[in-house]
C-alpha cells in the first residue's frame, strides 16, 4: 500500500471542460507519485447532495447515526491523508454541490465537534477563476476564498495543512496563444499534487 492515499473530489457539469481535464492533469501526477488515488466525481456519482433530516446535525449527540451513505462517504474521506478539491470559482466560492458534500459528510461528531476532528493532515482547494489575480486582489476576493476554505472548514476540522491555489485566468480573456496558456494552467496544477505529497 502506498504512504500517500489521496482522495480527490471534483465538481463540475461538464467532462469535457477546462476542470475535468486539470482533474486529470492532478490524478495522472499523483499515479506517476506512486500516490493510491480515490477520485470522487460529484456531478457523476452516485452522491446526493442535499440535505436531508436523517443527516441534519444534532448538536446534543455527538454519535447521532447517520445514513449509510454520509457513513461511506466519510470513511472513504477519512482514510486519505491528503484531500484534493477541484472546482470552478462560482460566486467566489465552489459550486453548490460541493457545499452539499461539505454539509453532509464533513458532519459533526465525524469532522469535528466535542474536540473530534477529522484526522485528514492534508487539503488543498484547486479552484479556476474565470478572472485575473489582479482582479481577485483588488477586491479580497481571494483572501476571502482563503479565509472561508482554510480557517472555516479546514481548520474547524482540525487540519492543520490546508492551502487554495488558485488557476486564475481560465476564461483567456485577451491571450493571444489560449493553448499556451491552459497548458501553463495544467502545469500548475500538476506541480499544486505534486507538491502535496510532500
Known sequence: MSEHRVQVVWAHPRTNSL????????????????????????????????LREVDEPDWDNLDKKYSNEVIRHATRTK????????????????PAIMKGYIDRVWNHGLFYGGGR??????????????????????????????QHLNVGIA???GIGDSRVELLYDTFANGTEDVS???????????????????
Open 155 to 157: 481548520g474547524f476540522c
Open 79 to 94: 482514510s486519505a491523508n491528503v484531500v484534493i478539491f477541484v472546482f470552478p470559482i462560482w460566486w467566489f466560492s465552489f
Open 117 to 146: 476532528k477529522s484526522g485528514i493532515p492534508k487539503v488543498r482547494w484547486i479552484g479556476l477563476a474565470g478572472e485575473s489575480s489582479e482582479f481577485f486582489t483588488k477586491r479580497r476576493y481571494d483572501t476571502m476564498i482563503d
Open 19 to 50: 476542470t475535468a481535464a486539470v482533474v486529470k492533469d492532478v490524478v495522472d501526477e499523483l499515479g506517476l507519485a506512486g500516490a493510491e488515488v480515490d477520485v470522487l466525481d460529484l456531478y457523476r456519482g452516485e452522491f446526493s447532495s442535499l
Open 180 to 198: 499556451s496558456h491552459y497548458s501553463k494552467l495544467r502545469d500548475q496544477a500538476r506541480k499544486i499534487a505534486r507538491a502535496a505529497l510532500a
